[in-house]
């Protein structure tokens, strides 16, 4: 198509996906704030951007049911319905999350876990849900906030989001993790982390853009 680049994408950036999971319960919030400068960069290169909401979502806890296993798909009728769908096609993946007990916020593990029906496709049977060439465009972002001052604090969390970028396909490109917002209270406060995430949604849009 005339003004595409070979992978399909605008040479603005348009058709660039962008889906980001926002898992803190309030909005507004530290994690919203950083988030939505990494979505500004993002769209400043032309990206096509949407943002979900997790907490306000209808996503059910994994019953262990193991449909998935036999059939790949999830036999619960819930928003993941849709959600499967925008995990598939986007480009960039963020995940955006405070820190909840050395952990995250429990709506956004039902969302990781509920992802077992892709772990059944891929491991179990050997069946790929994203084709090979979107497989090696897309790139996952890790953004996180915690109250304490502790560098371990991110270790559960990125443990985490590391097995959840394997599952869905995506590869883990970046983290932007600030901690001591006990002490520091805004994220604004912090003297480069609006500046680094908006910079980094430059950079992630770009880096798809780059692989053609
Ligand atoms: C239920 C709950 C559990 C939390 N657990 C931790 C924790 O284990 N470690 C930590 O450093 N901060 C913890 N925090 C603090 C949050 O990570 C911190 O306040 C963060 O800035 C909240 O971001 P938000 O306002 O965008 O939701 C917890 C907060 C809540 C509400």
Redesign the pocket.
């Known amino acids: 198509m005339a003004g595409l680049q070979p992978g399909g994408y605008g040479i603005n950036g348009q058709g660039v996906k962008v889906l980001a999971l926002l898992g803190?319960?309030?909005k507004g919030?530290?994690?919203?704030r950083l988030l939505d400068e990494v979505l500004r960069g993002a769209k400043s290169e032309g990206a096509d951007i949407e943002k979900i909401w997790v907490h306000a979502k209808d996503i059910q806890p994994c019953g262990e049911i193991f449909d998935c296993i036999e059939t790949g798909i999830c036999p619960i009728n819930d928003d993941m319905v849709d959600i499967y769908e925008k995990l598939k096609e986007t480009d960039i993946l963020i995940v955006a999350t405070?820190?909840?007990?050395?952990?995250i916020p429990a709506k956004l593990k039902a969302l990781m876990d509920r992802c077992q029906t892709f772990w059944a496709k891929k491991y179990i049977l050997k069946d790929s849900f994203i084709s090979p060439g979107k497989k090696k465009r897309r790139k996952g972002l890790f953004l996180s906030?915690?109250?304490?001052n502790?560098s371990k604090?991110f270790m559960g969390a990125t443990q985490t989001v590391t097995a959840f970028f394997d599952i869905v396909d995506v590869e883990f490109t970046a983290n932007l993790l600030y901690?001591n917002?006990?002490q520091l209270k805004k994220i604004e406060n912090h003297p480069t982390a609006m500046r680094d995430a908006y910079e980094k949604g430059v950079e992630l849009v770009r880096m798809v853009k780059a692989t053609g």
């Open positions: 803190s319960p309030k919030g530290n994690t919203e405070p820190v909840m007990t050395l952990g906030i915690a109250g304490l502790w604090v901690n917002m006990d």
